[in-house]
């Protein structure tokens, strides 16, 4: 990449072009648990900006700029209560679409409630998360259609961890498929000790995995081909979506996976992790194991949303003297964090070196570039349809011969009676 595709791609606050553009997409701004009516503000920064969410009498959540449109007092510290946050300091009072109701601190007759509006953004709450779009809000797309999205909410789980590092470093590594049997060797031995002559065995044994994408209205269809025996193969298919969206395929009947890297500012991120199951509700026995996090869900410091697992104590336990330091990083998500931050809050990346197996990071970079171009161009961002984002991974085995695309094709559809994909 060059110098000034680096620097767009690194940037996310207002005015800059990528961060217009990820400002035109829904974002997960909180998880819905956070917020009790008439209960504490809570402190969000999403694309640089400082914003206020809260949850008021009647239950419906607000998203606020955090500093009061009177004299900048922060609205961390208002009163929620009577439908509205009250500023501490002068005591002007806003509803949840960011309308003034009051200003006490003026005689009745100089009051101009009518003339202030506290700028507020658009919130939807679905499946446990509260989704918020910080573009025009005279001009709002409707919810892309993730299948954790559409699911009932007993099929849903959601987490959130601070990550510490750029959001797409975070992202290459849902879109980076060779890295598995090097990575994560230790937890995929362990599971081959159950079922040895499945996808995790499949994964160490061909470390050099044929990635191929097809293209999709809303981002990225990417299959990954490794040997299963020697008459076939052994495809992993997931998707990326615009513009932070992927999905992880996950073997069996388990909860599928997907996660959502929002942006914090340029050295920081939120990564929001869904699991969902298309056909039944979680079992109460995944969902204890979700909430202690296990696999794709990191391990919390308890009352934070800190990984356990994190920079200061080296993405690990202690570790014996006899041991590397990569030897006592055990938890899958920590083996991912600790690959994507140690390269630094923002990487440059003007050093790296891609190669072949870089495809779909190349690829989704440019989509992202592209993207940013078009709407600084013509005002808008490229044509989608919020159904095109109805889409599940899937893992699957396949003879020599057969077409992944085809052979994939219902599958992978989320809701076929709307969406179909074309491959």
């Known amino acids: 990449m060059t110098p000034e595709e680096c620097q767009l791609l690194a940037e996310t606050g207002r005015g800059t072009k990528m961060g217009e553009m990820l400002r035109r997409y829904w ?41 009061c449109a009177h004299r900048g007092a922060s609205l961390y510290f208002a009163r929620n209560g009577e439908s509205g946050l009250r500023c501490w300091y002068h005591g002007w009072k806003y509803d949840a679409d960011g309308n003034c109701l009051d200003q006490p601190n003026m005689p009745a007759d100089r009051r101009f409630c009518d003339k202030i509006k506290q700028p507020a953004y658009k919130c939807v709450e679905k499946n446990g998360v509260v989704w918020t779009y910080l573009g025009p809000q005279d001009d709002i797309p409707s919810l892309p259609e ?108 388990s909860p599928q996976a997907g996660h959502a890297w929002v942006p914090i500012d340029e050295t920081r991120s939120w990564v929001f992790t869904f699991s969902w199951h298309p056909a039944r509700p979680l079992t109460e026995a995944e969902l204890t194991r979700m909430r202690s996090g296990s696999n794709v869900h990191a391990p919390l410091i308890p009352g934070t949303f800190l990984p356990k697992y ?47 197996s870089d495809l779909v990071i190349v690829q989704t970079r440019r989509r992202l ?34 077409s992944w695309q085809e052979a994939v094709a219902e599958a992978i559809v989320a809701r076929p009676e709307t969406y179909r994909v074309s491959v």
């Open 27 to 67: 974002m997960p701004a909180v998880l819905s648990r956070e917020l009790e009516a008439d209960g504490a503000p809570v402190r969000v920064k999403l694309l640089g900006e400082e914003l206020i969410a809260f949850r008021d009498s009647d239950g419906r959540v607000g998203l606020l700029r955090e500093f």
């Open 146 to 253: 993730l299948e954790w999205l559409t699911v009932p909410e007993s099929h849903v789980f959601a987490s959130k961890r601070l990550q510490l590092c750029h959001w797409t470093q975070g992202m290459d590594g849902d879109l980076d498929s060779s890295h598995l049997p090097f990575l994560h060797a230790a937890p995929l031995q362990t599971r081959t000790t159950t079922d040895p002559d499945a996808s995790p065995s499949w994964l160490l044994n061909d470390p050099v995995p044929k990635i191929e994408t097809v293209r999709t209205e809303s981002g990225l269809l990417l299959g990954s081909r490794r040997r299963a025996d020697k008459d076939s193969y052994y495809w992993r298919v997931n998707q990326w979506f615009m513009p932070n969206f992927t999905t992880i395929p996950l073997a069996g009947e």
């Open 310 to 356: 994190n920079r200061d104590n080296g993405w690990g336990g202690e570790a014996l003297p006899s041991e590397q330091p990569w030897q006592r990083i055990t938890d899958l998500q920590a083996q991912d964090m600790a690959m994507t931050e140690s390269m630094g809050a923002l990487y440059d990346r003007t050093q790296e070196n891609l190669c072949v």
């Open 369 to 402: 570039m592209d993207a940013a171009h078009h709407l600084a161009v013509h005002g808008r961002l490229p044509e989608f349809d919020a159904k095109s984002y109805a889409l599940r991974p899937v893992s699957v085995q396949l003879k020599e011969n057969e």
